[in-house]
């Protein structure tokens, strides 16, 4: 009898064993938009702060020189969800993924997963647009608010930024400043929400008001990760959490400005005329770069007192910064405190970095680090090393490998052969030994530069190239800049074309070339009319009034006829008072 019990003990825990082993882990994405490395632990502001990330950090593995592969907002989500360069898809600018003929056949990484029996539910802004289809579960749609508004078509910039700023680039890149009680005089109420519908925002104090967007996904999270803990039916789970800070308007509450009063802001390394040995404004549009422009908006602004003006712009940003700590710890309390924590993997990253003055630029779109670099923090439950740090040079094209890797998924994620397979390499190794030197991606990453254009052919585009201890930049007219980082970290000084760092240079030069199509596009034969029709559509998504994904004449007719609405965030504007924008 005790020999039977031993027997059955023992296959009873064997069933267990594999119960345990053959579970699929779930997944928790969180993504934010516009984050630089102002991240504690990432070396960036050395005022931020970020307790909770960095909690997250102590028991993943952090990578800090991760870099995004476009840094501008809808193709850097396009590539990083669908893993695919945007030289392999063609997708360098706001034209709609979904269109794409590569994009369309291939499945984006939620898409992969539902179809693995996976439920994928998210919230907030995961793809830059387009991406409900994709999901069997959608929470609150990306919300770019708090803004300031007094009745009429167009949201407003923040009232308390000054002139020329505010006119120049609107109630979103122009906009800055602490979520606070309107004044009667000041005739405007916040308003807040998707773009298809927008509400009133209630704000008495910061602690009588509604919840921002960001909130909102946060506790839609929060809610969800608790009910599925207390399901023990639940399925195995995807979540994409999508905040929009700190992307412009960066408007916060109150009470995250005063964590960083003004007169103690720091403010970044910036070389006065480091713009001279670069070139990137050479194949900038003709009315200038955009980063330039806030720059030089910003400081115009202040009187050309540039240390107060970066010193408000920096405090707004770590302001919106530690905003989205508070949430992600939220989202984290949730998940660690159930027992979902143990089956969990969980990402902490963004779509691309953003510049505060460096070289002149404060914007994202540069091939410089401030632009290419994002945070990337990654925990795998008995797989990643706590605490771990991983110097080497790796992308966000990475990511939808890795998790095929940790999940056990299919590796073929293309719907048919008009579909491409996954250009990145799972980090996998890097996870289980973060300071190893070894593994099977690349040695560098790439990123390219988006530039407005009707039609995009890859072997004409910028591109960079950081390795460990290098950066090297080939524009789409040929010129080239190269740093040696480990000596110059700001990337200060280009050295391209000096003799001694030849080898390094055409090394590089050859690896890049190798990378992209080299054979010319033919372009596409369209008409002029059918191509500002795709140009109208792209500023104007709103405009396919049965959301088909197509813009008929009489749909475009119709939308203009009605009050035009306040453009989409990060698309290219048509027109502005003083600062020319990028192009429709």
């Not at 519908?197 to 996904?217: A, F, I």
């Not at 405090?315 to 989205?324: E, G, I, K």
């Amino acid at each position: 009898m005790k020999h039977y019990a031993l027997i059955l003990s023992s296959l009873l825990w064997a069933g267990s064993i594999w119960a345990d082993t053959t579970e699929k882990p779930n997944v928790l994405f969180i993504i934010c938009d516009d984050l630089n490395d102002y991240v504690m632990g990432f070396g960036g502001h050395p005022q931020a702060k970020t307790p909770h990330i960095a909690r997250l950090a102590k028991t993943g593995v952090s990578f800090t020189q991760a870099h995004c592969n476009i840094p501008i907002c809808n193709p850097s989500r396009a590539s990083l969800m669908s893993g695919l360069y945007p030289h392999t898809s063609g997708v360098y600018g706001f034209e709609h993924w979904d269109a794409n003929e590569v994009l369309k056949n291939s499945r984006t990484m939620m898409a992969h997963f539902r179809a693995q029996g996976y439920h994928a539910l998210g919230t907030g802004k995961v793809m830059h647009n387009r991406d409900e289809k994709e999901w069997n579960e959608i929470g609150h749609p990306s919300d770019y608010g708090p803004f300031a508004y007094a009745g009429g078509k167009e949201n407003l910039p923040h009232p308390d930024v000054p002139a020329p700023f505010r006119d120049d680039f609107g109630a979103i890149d122009g906009s800055f400043g602490p979520l606070r009680k309107l004044l009667p005089e000041e005739k405007l109420t916040w308003r807040t929400g998707g773009w298809r519908k927008q509400r009133e925002m209630r704000y008495e104090s910061d602690d009588d008001r509604d919840s921002t967007g960001d909130e909102l996904n946060a506790q839609w999270a929060v809610k969800r990760l608790k009910e599925i803990a207390a399901d023990p039916q639940a399925k195995p789970f995807f979540m994409g959490v999508g905040f929009v800070r700190p992307h412009t308007p960066l408007i916060v509450p109150q009470k995250y400005f005063d964590r960083f009063p003004l007169e103690s802001i720091e403010l970044p390394d910036i070389r006065p005329d480091d713009t001279k040995d670069t070139y990137k404004h050479t194949v900038d549009p003709a009315d200038g770069d955009r980063g330039d422009q806030m720059y030089q908006s910003l400081l115009e602004s202040f009187d050309g007192h540039g240390e107060l003006a970066l010193k408000k712009f920096i405090q707004a940003y770590l302001a919106s910064v530690a905003s989205v700590d508070d949430l992600v710890g939220e989202v984290l309390d949730a998940l660690d405190n159930s027992r979902l924590k143990d089956n969990t993997i969980v990402i902490f990253t963004s779509d691309h970095g953003w510049g505060m003055g460096e070289k002149n630029h404060l914007y994202k779109n540069s091939l410089w680090q401030e632009s290419t670099r994002v945070p990337l923090i990654l925990r795998a439950p008995g797989i990643s090393k706590a605490g771990g740090v991983s110097d080497l040079p790796v992308s966000l094209i990475d990511l939808y490998p890795t998790l095929i890797d940790l999940c056990d998924l299919p590796s073929n994620t293309m719907k048919n052969e008009k579909g491409r397979p996954l250009d990145g390499h799972s980090l996998k190794p890097l996870l289980t030994q973060p300071a190893s030197d070894q593994w099977t991606g690349p040695d560098t990453a790439l990123t390219a530069l988006y530039k407005w254009a009707n039609h995009y052919d890859p072997a004409k585009q910028s591109y960079s190239l950081r390795a460990k201890d290098w950066r090297y930049i080939r524009y789409s007219n040929g010129k080239e800049e190269l740093y040696h980082t480990v000596k110059d970290p700001h990337e200060w000084k280009n050295i391209a074309h000096d003799s001694t760092h030849r080898p390094q240079l055409e090394s590089y030069r050859k690896e890049l070339l190798a990378m992209i199509p080299s054979r010319p596009k033919p372009k596409p034969t369209v008409t002029d009319a059918e191509l500002w029709k795709a140009n109208y559509f792209r500023k104007f998504p709103q405009a396919d009034a049965n959301s088909d994904g197509k813009l008929t004449w009489p749909e475009l007719q119709e939308h203009r006829k009605k009050s035009r609405p306040s453009s989409t965030p990060d698309a290219p504007s048509s027109k502005r008072s003083q600062v020319q924008p990028q192009k429709p």
